[in-house]
């Protein structure tokens, strides 16, 4: 769900850019990157399943 | 390098995103293969690269936006390493088809260390960020228009496919099914 989620965030955020405010573009910009780096560390704590 | 130059080589780097989300795509509908969490992540790292050019061709170009687009491809290139490690004992098949004896992951490193290499070679042309009243009120043409919707226009098929994809719920670690369509919903 949360991937789901990050595609719809970058398409509202490409949508800002191109049609509108460039401010909250940057801002929306910082939100998402801060949301998958987020993302990111939260699987990178996953349990690995090693094969040996 | 001028300003009308450097937006037309930001719609050629947004046909270049597209490009790449449509591979993805056509491999995972074409090969029946679909993405993972972290593959997700790395597409979603490739969308967030095209900011910074629709940034360019819409508002003209800014080091700023170039800033944008160099920390998408410094995340990319993490995530992409991580998956690269995670396969790299001898013996491991790794995730995926192989495409040019590459896997998708090893490709997406590949492809965001070249984003962050181009990147810093297009900060070099200082007169791009030069302002004359002319070029401030320049419409971007329908090449950059063309480019642009395209490539939302995928990413918003991503949001479809990783809804189908992943349901409402966590992605499955190694998924197989749709789960939305495996419910019947």
């Given at each position: 769900m949360e991937f789901t989620a990050l595609f719809l965030a970058v398409t509202i955020v490409m949508l800002i850019a191109w049609r509108g405010s460039r401010t909250l573009a940057l801002t929306l910009f910082a939100a998402v990157l801060l949301a998958s780096v987020a993302t990111y560390l939260h699987h990178a704590t996953d349990t690995l399943k090693l094969s040996f | 390098m001028t300003r009308a130059f450097a937006v037309t080589l930001n719609a050629l780097s947004l046909y270049a995103v597209a490009l790449v989300l449509a591979a993805a795509f056509a491999a995972q509908l074409l090969l029946h293969e679909l993405p993972c969490p972290l593959c997700l992540l790395q597409r979603i790292q490739f969308a967030v690269l095209a900011i910074g050019p629709i940034l360019n061709v819409r508002w003209g170009p800014r080091p700023g936006h170039y800033a944008l687009s160099l920390l998408a491809a410094a995340a990319g290139a993490v995530f992409s390493t991580r998956q690269v490690l995670l396969h790299i004992m001898p013996g491991d098949a790794g995730y995926g088809t192989a495409l040019l004896g590459y896997h998708y992951y090893t490709l997406a490193l590949i492809g965001f260390a070249a984003a962050i290499v181009l990147l810093a070679a297009i900060l070099?042309?200082?007169?791009?960020f030069e302002h004359d009243d002319a070029a401030k009120h320049v419409a971007p043409g329908a090449f950059a228009t063309t480019a642009v919707w395209l490539v939302i226009g995928l990413t918003a098929l991503n949001v479809v496919s990783t809804l189908l994809e992943c349901g409402f719920g966590a992605c499955a670690?190694?998924?197989?099914?749709?789960e939305l369509l495996k419910r019947g919903i």
């Open positions: - | 070099l042309f200082d007169r791009q670690e190694d998924p197989v099914v749709y």
